[in-house]
């Protein structure tokens, strides 16, 4: 599975439980090997900084196990 659809695929997801979710884009589109640039490491402490949930998802299961962990 591409970035791009493991990314639509769970915003989808989280669209349909009721969430709000955005993509924070990274130059590298390749999964697992992506790393987080300077900025998305800043916007992630803002985002959780505000109280809200900053995660990156390697495959979708592994997000539904950690969505189903913490919010189900």
């Known amino acids: 599975m591409t970035a791009n659809k493991l990314t639509a695929n769970i915003i989808k997801f989280l669209q349909i439980q009721g969430c709000q979710a955005e993509?924070?884009?990274?130059?590298?589109?390749k999964i697992g090997t992506d790393s987080q640039s300077i900025w998305q490491k800043a916007y992630q402490k803002e985002v959780e900084k505000a109280g809200g949930i900053y995660y990156i998802a390697k495959d979708f299961d592994s997000f539904y196990e950690w969505y189903n962990l913490n919010f189900k």
Not at 23 to 29: D, H, L, Q, S
């Open 23 to 29: 993509r924070v884009n990274n130059i590298a589109r």
